[in-house]
């Protein structure tokens, strides 16, 4: 069973930053690609980012490119989202995931494991 918890969630205003982590156990993190997605109240869930098994290869969704950066420790265990310029349509519970594969995904149906999620909130 491979267990990953999120933190770093917060409130921020507007233009400011966070920084979330996840941290995985459970299964050879080196392995696997992982990726944050997001979820808004009425909405559907949305990729916000994904880093390959490596940490060489990354991508980002349209309305977060050029403002976040996700980035992996292997020997820790642990991934990051970085986000700067943080606007109120940020708001959202950003969810940490494992994908099945090494290779990135930004598609949600392709990770079996995802955290319980950590409420960012962005005031005007």
């Known amino acids: 069973q491979v267990h990953l918890i999120e933190s770093g969630g917060g409130l921020v205003q507007a233009g400011g930053s966070l920084r979330l982590s996840c941290a995985a156990s459970?299964?050879?993190?080196?392995?696997?690609?992982m990726g944050w997605f997001r979820r808004t109240p009425g909405k559907e869930r949305e990729f916000v980012a994904t880093?390959?098994?490596?940490?060489?290869?990354?991508y980002y969704g349209d309305s977060v490119k050029g403002r976040f950066t996700i980035s992996r420790d292997n020997a820790k265990n642990t991934v990051y989202l970085q986000m700067n310029s943080l606007k109120p349509e940020d708001t959202a519970v950003y969810y940490c995931?494992?994908?099945?594969?090494?290779?990135?995904?930004?598609?949600?149906?392709?990770?079996?494991?995802w955290g319980q999620g950590t409420q960012v909130t962005v005031s005007p």
């Open positions: 880093i390959s098994y490596s940490g060489t290869v990354t």
């Open positions: 995931a494992s994908c099945r594969y090494g290779r990135t995904s930004y598609s949600d149906g392709e990770y079996d494991y």
């Open positions: 459970g299964r050879t993190f080196s392995r696997y690609a």
